[in-house]
Structure formats: structure tokens, C-alpha cells
């Protein structure tokens, strides 16, 4: 192999059929997503998504403008219901995402085997094959890293003005889908100073990349927007004791400043203690094992020396947004963070692709030949197989429905005018149903992350005997004196702080008594 297709070498190969050929790294998993994604609404965070999106509704901290603004063109399209469109976008994404990283692997100087190698276990990977099946914000940030990291590679081949500020704005754009590309700056900033540091200081590149920046960032002006339209669907703020929503005021710097920042998550970060700590650091280290199948793993260390040794610039640059990244989350006290590190698995799954093709290469200079190379191959198409076969049946939601089952049992459990105040499992699909395709408009639904124990308690207080209350949980201390019956798969309120129902709601109320609920 010559010196210009050697992996991290950071040349070119010249365009050709094998450009083309490149098309069947999107097209290729984009078939297999869409095979299992779900086919409607999914339930939680993903019909959080989903009804914002369509119904032009703004989304709790950090806001995503860039998902809520893509989200609420592609809600449009002609196919499906809303709810399996928005799961569509997040397969487009992940098999987008599948494509430029063979872009990427393509300007490093690996071939299609071992990209294929590569690129296949992070396709066929447990959390992100899942989140490519459901609406979700992750496939399409690994979309705009890689996207980052080829405006970063365009720059460098050719340091303009006008491709740093490319890439500044490229970054921007990511940042207004999710804030965690901020953990992509050290590497950035690293990767522009050391690949032509006078180019990069010279007084119009900095003004480019500045300009580029704001360009990126300006998508979040689309809160604002989205705030003056007094939205149905806004998790931005929070209800009060008489049940009004107070919404965070958007068209204030403070305001806006407060859901892009995601202060109401600073509790979660930077959360544990020494031991808890090296024991989430093993967890991960565990999941990124079970990512790569064992045969990603060596390849992937290999790869991140060979891109250092080779071409320092991008080598370190990766391992400082690895690091940052694997750091920060690590540290992030969340129960679903898992999907967190998708980036990070992006950037290993790189790696993996320059080691099995630095591996093929010494093969060959060893005298090992055909016959090393078709073993190689074997072993790294054999993992992307075993990842198929493993993983698959465990994250097909081709056939799930429950999201919107579990929302219709909850509506046709509610008698007319109820309120209902429940959890995440409850409430955003109920409220998909009701705001997206119109169902149950009487019922007015609560999530309770956005209402104290204190302002529900003396909001059940207050409503109690004016209409029908129903929880979906059995309450807790939190909610001394209130009392409830099943009523199908919620809990119908029936006293509270000593008053009693007198149970006119209507035989609606009572439905089912003994059923219990259903599994979200």
C-alpha cells in the first residue's frame, strides 16, 4: 500500500466507483432500521419528541431547537402516522450517520472492508441501533459530530477562512440539536491549532470562525419564536397550585439562558463520590466491551495509536473529545445515559476501522498475503454478524405498540373533564394523543416533573368534588391524604385530606377495578 492510502495519512483516494459503492453504508443499515423501527409513537422522552415536533411545542431543557425545527418539517411528510415519521427521521439519521462515518474512514485512508468491519458493530451496536427505531435526538448528534469532524478534515486539507468557518458553524448547528458538542471543543480547538496554528490565528480566519459560530448558534433565536406563539404542547416551565402552566419567558437572555444551560439538570452533574465513581467508569468500560463484541476493542486501541503516531493533529483531537465526552458522562447522574456516549462510540468505532486496516496492511508487509487478509476480514465481518444476530431480537420494535396502547388505555379509563397528573410513561403519549391526533380534549394532563408534590397536593385539594382526579402511580407520603381506586390502568383520586368523592363521575371512572396497570 502506498503512502497516500495508508491509514491516517489523512489523503484522499481518488473518486470512482468505490464513491458510489459507498452509498450501501446508508442505504444498507437504513433498511435494517426501518425493518424494526416501531410503527408508531414510542412512549417516554421519544413521545416528548414527538408531540413537540409536530405540534410546534417547545421541549423542557436543553432545548433543541435544531430537532424541534428538522422535527416539525419531516412531522409533515405524507407517510404513516406522526409518530412513525419521527421514528423514520431518527433511522435516516443513524444511517446517515453510518455513511459519513465511511467518509470520514475514507479521507483516513481505510478501505471498505475494514470500514465495513468497523462502521457494521457500531451500526448493529444495542443503544444505537435502538435509538435509530424510535424519535429520539441521538442518531441525528452522531450525524452532525461526523459532520463536524469532515468540515474539520475539509479545513485542514485546505485551511481558507471560509472552511474554518465551515466548520465553526457545522459545530454551532450540532450544538442546536444537543449542547453535549461543547465536549467536542478541547478537541477542536486542539485540532485547528495544531494542524496550521498561523492560518487559524490570522485576524479574517478568526473572524470567519466567529461569524460561522453565530451563524451555528442563531438556530436557538427559534425558541424564542416558538415562545411567542404560545404553544399547546410547552414542558418550558412549570404548573402552579390552581393547575396553570407558567412558562419560562423565552424572549429574555435570562430565560433562555436558563433552558439552553440546563440548569434544571445541575444536581445530576459532577454527582458522585470516588467509589461510586470508578464503578460507573467500570460500567462503561463493561457497555463499550459489549458495543465492540470483543473484536472492535484491540483494533479500536490500535487505531487511536497508529491515527496519534501518524498524524498528531487528528489523533490527539479524537482522544480529547473521547476523553471529554467518556469524562463528563461518566460523572452525569442519570439512569438512561447509556445512549449518552453514542458520540464517543462514534469516535471509537473510527479507531476500530484505522486498526483493522493498519492490521491488513502489516499482514501483507509479513509476507502473510490473500490468505492473512480474507481471515482478518472474516473475523471483522464475523463480529458485525454476531452483532446482528445478538442484538437484534432484543431491540426489534417492529411489532411494539405499547406506547400507544398504554396512552389509549389511560384516555378511555378517564371519565369527561378529568384531570390527570402522571409520570413519564403516562403522560407524553397521552398528550400525543390528544394534542397530535386529537383525542379526549376535555382531559387536561399534568406531568409531574412539572409540578411540585406541594402545588399537585393542593391542586387535588382544590379541584377535588369539581371534577374527576386520577394519578397513574399510587400516591406516596408525599401526597398525604389522598386516597385512590384502580380504575382500569390509573388510580381514580376518591378522597383527599379527608373529603370524599361522590363518585358522579360517571361509570367511565370506575372502569375495570381490578385490572391492574399496564407495563409502560
Known sequence: MNRQNRPGSGSRP???????????????????????????????????????????????????????????????????????????????????TIYLGRRLLRRLGVGPWASAGALGLLAASRFFWAMSLIAEVYTLHTALVAGVLLALLRWQESPTPARLAAATFAVGLAAGN????????????????????????????????????????????????????APVFNYTG????TGAFVPVDLT????????VSGRVFAGQMLAYSGGELLAEAGRFLAELWRTFLVVGIGPGLVGAVVLARRRASTGIALILMFGVTVGFYVDYRVVDKDTMFLGAYLIWCLWTGI??????????????????????????????????????????????WSGRARGQAVLDALAPGALFAGFW???PVVEYLQMVEGQRPDVKAINRFLITDDDLLDLLRREHGRRPLYLDVVPGPTLGGVRVVPA?????VVEVAGGRSSGRFGPGAAASPGRPPLSP
Open 178 to 229: 444537543h449542547v453535549a458538542t461543547v465536549l467536542l471543543a478541547p478537541g477542536c480547538l486542539w485540532f485547528v491549532l495544531a494542524s496550521d496554528r498561523r492560518a487559524a490565528l490570522a485576524w479574517r480566519s478568526l473572524a470567519a470562525a466567529a461569524a460561522g459560530l453565530v451563524a451555528g448558534l442563531s438556530i436557538y433565536l427559534y425558541l424564542p419564536f416558538l415562545y411567542l406563539t
Open 355 to 400: 486498526g483493522y486496516q493498519w492490521l491488513e496492511d502489516l499482514l501483507v508487509r509479513s509476507g502473510h498475503g490473500v490468505g492473512g487478509r480474507r481471515a482478518l476480514r472474516a473475523v471483522a465481518i464475523a463480529g458485525v454478524a454476531a452483532a446482528i444476530a445478538w442484538n437484534g431480537p432484543r431491540v426489534d420494535l417492529s411489532n411494539d
Open 425 to 427: 410513561d403516562s403522560v
Open 488 to 492: 382500569g390502568p390509573v388510580f381514580r
Open 252 to 259: 429574555t437572555a435570562s430565560g433562555l439562558w436558563w433552558v
Open 14 to 96: 481518488k473518486a470512482g466507483a468505490g464513491r458510489r459503492a459507498d452509498l450501501l453504508f446508508f442505504f444498507v443499515p437504513l433498511a435494517v432500521y426501518l425493518a424494526t423501527a416501531a410503527p408508531t409513537v414510542f412512549n417516554l422522552d421519544s413521545a416528548e419528541l414527538t408531540t413537540a415536533a409536530a405540534t410546534g411545542g417547545i421541549l423542557r431543557a436543553t432545548g433543541y431547537p435544531l430537532y424541534l425545527m428538522l422535527g416539525r418539517a419531516w412531522s409533515l411528510l405524507p407517510i404513516g402516522d406522526v409518530g412513525w415519521r419521527m421514528n423514520l427521521l431518527s433511522a435516516v439519521c443513524g444511517a446517515l
Open 238 to 241: 412549570q404548573y402552579d397550585a
